[in-house]
């Protein structure tokens, strides 16, 4: 297993439309290496999802969590050729977003908050699943960068768009009651 170098923010890459996977290749060697590689990088940068065109692969994969299983550990999910189907447009979910691809800033972004969402999982195996709420939001925001979006592209407010420690000293202050 390996560490990648993670495409930042300006590398073309990133705003390619990723190729689908073959589902006959998911179990194949060069498929299974991504994967744990993959893994192995977000876990290294404290991701909580992570697609393939950040590490300069251009196929359709991600890794997300943003769940938690039944012992309490973190879930997470490996999903190759994700298709997402909005299920409620007016029930939304919005928070500062980061990304290990824009690393440094947060931006608030509002998203559909009950998805459904069909793919392959890393063995190959069909998968027909709903999300709602953190989890959904992780899946959309990695799922865009299989469109070639990042969440800055998604903020409606470029007020609310700042370096990681001034939106969370922002926040803190917002939670506090207190003011600047």
């Given at each position: 297993?390996?560490i990648l ?9 990133l ?18 290496r ?13 991701g ?5 065109p950040?590490v ?35 029930y939304?979910l919005g928070?500062?977003?980061g ?12 998203r ?34 299989l ?11 470029p ?17 506090d009651?207190?003011?600047d």
């Open positions: 297993m390996a170098k993670v495409a930042r923010m300006g590398h073309p890459v705003r390619e439309k990723c190729k689908p996977i073959d589902p006959a290749k998911i179990t194949g060697p060069e498929v299974q991504l994967i744990r590689d993959m893994l192995e990088t977000m876990i290294e940068y404290n909580v999802g992570l697609a393939a950040q300069y692969t251009p196929v359709q994969l991600v890794i997300a969590g943003g769940e938690e299983s039944d012992d309490g550990r973190p879930k997470l999910r490996v999903l190759i050729n994700p298709e997402i189907e909005v299920l409620d447009d007016e939304t928070m500062f977003e990304c290990l691809s824009v690393p440094g800033l947060r931006g608030y972004v509002e559909p908050a009950h998805i459904r969402i069909k793919a392959h999982d890393e063995k190959g195996e069909p998968v027909d699943m709903e999300l709602e709420g953190f989890p959904a939001i992780v899946m959309q925001h990695e799922c865009d960068h469109e070639g979006v990042l969440y800055v592209d998604r903020i409606t407010d007020t609310k768009l700042g370096f990681e420690d001034e939106v969370q000293r922002f926040l803190d202050l917002a939670d009651g207190e003011e």
